[in-house]
């Protein structure tokens, strides 16, 4: 059954002048400001057609955005999902507004709930805005033009929540966390949490700022389930013993088997509240391992490699209250992030609002084909960072902004980058990952540059297919939706980190100018799905520090180079380069060639890999051959 289908039938033809907006169309004349109500199409609501006007007024006297008509359309499409929310029309669903940075999305909110507060047919309609970040809650509140009486904060900052009101059930609008959301509404339904109440009934207007998802995923490994011996050995030794055995049972699941989790708190009486006290004086991790734990318990769960961290069990927890839908979602990842189309496709509890494409012309993007995880800057950090430094003094009177990884032992990059520089160190800033979305502090900087990228383990991406599409253990994630979502997560990555600069800003329904540079390595796929991140973007080949390889290196190089320029879908065998050069000893080409760092850049630089058609690689392809881009 299509849960979509059914709710959209049920509800698209109860009022075709306010509910059915995508049917009717919203065509406006031509791709200018909006210049009177004549432009506006027939059948709006009166709150769309304040909160456009509004928009139009903002845009043409306090800003140079112009919407092209498909953004406007977008635009009203969103401003009428939220009246209908606020009038009790709305289907109980997921409404995506995927928009891209700069075109108007946190701007059409602030202008609706202007409309909204000002509206005497409303005043019985409360908000809640549920936000990614702390400090967007100041500036919201501001821009909205809120009084104190109007709005309310409730979050786990108590300063915070000093500001306005400090009386959350008679405000009008309310902020909140995503997180407080999934916490206070935790095995209840929405309309039970009556601390998001607004005069004793639930908020009509919903809104989530930022990326949502239907639940939690869940991961354990066996260094995971290994550190809970010890500590519940104790006082539970049978307990213990069931999570040793599930130690030692796990090693033997191949990778993406399945396998049982005992019920751990019915089998042996302990509930996870009494674990968590147990471990109360540990690390966190391992609180957080026995959480997971005891909710996979119970259940038949996913088992996948996690490369040196070996066998990974992984399912998912649903953390959404059944009833909280209808929901307006702002989060420009809707557009490139799989987990988004699977939830649409597969659940059916999420819709897509008007799409309006931005081109990405003015965005050039430098590529090094190179690895930049984190365990490419432990290994080659010095030499990354040089790198990266490099290319910051070839522009020095330019500012830059750095996404970097978190500083751990073995590399730092701000301060490696800094010692380095030879130009106005204020020029130069830095966000780590983790601390990449949200923020528009940059959005005034030309040059960006990632540092790497985030790579998570398999049994992550696997969980996310799992937790987008709704599946158990007994369903099938194929292959090739396991790779569309790990492309989709790199996808949304690159696109929120890129967006806190320039790129961000919108001319028109183009990109502002902006010049990036990334670090990423041929096997993650990012050059590859860089257009379809940017449409319209320039991909360029970035290589600051350069690589003259000499002798057979050279040799080896030039041979496989040249075949593949001749055959680009061939694969170059091992054994056919060896005698090309004259080499005869496998171990010796392995170590002085292929393993070779400047030979192993050359080769990544060029978008060549090591490949083979059975369980070993036999020789060297084309990588968007080789992975089918």
Known sequence: MNVLTDIQ???VHTDTTTIDLTQKGVNFRKETLLQDLTLLPSGLGTLTKQTILGLQTFFKDQTSHQPSQAMWDALTDLAGTLERMADGECPPLYHLSSLDPGVGKTRTIIHFVQALMSSPDHDTVGVLLCVSRLDEI????????????????????????????GRPHSARVLFTTQQMVERRCEGKLFKDADVFHFQGRSRRVRLWDEAILPGQTLTLNRDDIGHLF????????????????????????KDGGTMFIPDLEKNHKVSLNDVIRL???????????????WMLSGKDVTVRKD???????????ETLPDDFAPVVILDASGRVRTTY???EDRRGTLVSLRKADKRYDNLIVHVWNKGGGKTAFRREGEKLINAIASTINSKPDEEWLVIHHKSEAGFDVVSGVTDLLHMNKDNVHFLHWGNHHGTNDYAHVTNVILAGTLFYRPSYYESMGRLGSGFTASDRLTKADYNEVTIGEHRHLVLQALCRGAVRQCIGDVCAPCNAYIIASVNSGIGETLPHIFPGCKVRRWKPLGTALKGKMKHAASVIKGRLKVNPKCLVRFKDIMASIGMTDTSNFRRSIRNHPDFMDVMAEEGIIEWGHGKRVTGFANACHAYGF
């Open 341 to 343: 189309r699977h939830w």
């Open 9 to 11: 039938d049920s509800y």
């Open 307 to 317: 490369y040196h961290k070996g066998n990974t069990v992984l399912d998912y927890k």
């Open 138 to 165: 100041r500036k919201l509140t501001d821009e909205m033009g809120l009084s104190d009486d109007d709005f309310a904060v409730f979050t786990a900052d108590e300063n915070l929540n000093r500001l306005g009101s």
């Open 230 to 253: 010890a500590p519940l050995r104790g006082t539970h030794p049978k307990l213990a013993e069931t999570i040793e055995t599930l130690f030692v049972d796990l090693k033997g699941v």
């Open 279 to 293: 471990l109360s004086n540990v690390e966190r991790s391992h609180q957080n391992a026995a959480m997971s734990l």
